[in-house]
């Protein structure tokens, strides 16, 4: 169901089209959303007062490789003084054209990076939701759940218990192993 066409903060609004979804949730169209993140919208209450929550859940193994690539950026960005974000580029055929010579070795750099902070355990994620207060209609929520997929069962589950205040979150400090596409042969 789009989104894009009405106010998000609206309640109204987000009722009617929860409603028409028959779910207790509404997708935001977003080119993010995959198995791994979803953001989505339902309602609820908020400290006696009935608002939106806009809703980020996401996996913690993306969480993880996300935290991973900023700490390899950054330190990218220390050795590399010219270095500004990679940009991939799409050919005339669609494929991903060639990176500069500079590109690539800011890109093995970074791979480096990441593999070493893999091998030492470096970064570590919790199950989380952060609440943000940006209007006085809608909140936002920062969800990281420590789930295989972001499924409409897992959504559920959450709203449910975060509705019930039965929400439980595991406090175990999580790492995660990268995938190596030659693992997948």
Known sequence: MNTSDFDHTDLEAVKAKIKDSGQSYLIVDSEDNSDDYMNF??????EGKEVVFDAALYTLKIQHTSEMYEIAEHE??????????????EDENGDIAPLG?????????????????????AVKVQEHVDIDE????????????????????????????????????????????????????
Do not use: C, H, W
């Open 41 to 46: 919208l339902f309602t609820g209450y908020y």
């Open 76 to 89: 990218a960005a220390k050795r590399f003084p010219e270095y500004r974000s990679i940009a991939y580029e």
């Open 101 to 121: 010579d500079l590109e690539e070795e800011i890109g093995l750099y970074m791979a480096e990076v990441m593999e070493e902070l893999e091998e030492e355990e």
């Open 134 to 185: 940006n209007s006085e209609e809608s909140v936002g929520l920062d969800i990281g759940l420590n789930v295989e997929k972001v499924t409409p069962e897992v959504i559920e589950k959450f709203i449910e218990d975060f509705k019930n205040d039965a929400l439980e979150l595991d406090a175990t400090f999580y790492t995660f192993q990268m995938e190596d596409d030659d693992d997948e042969d």
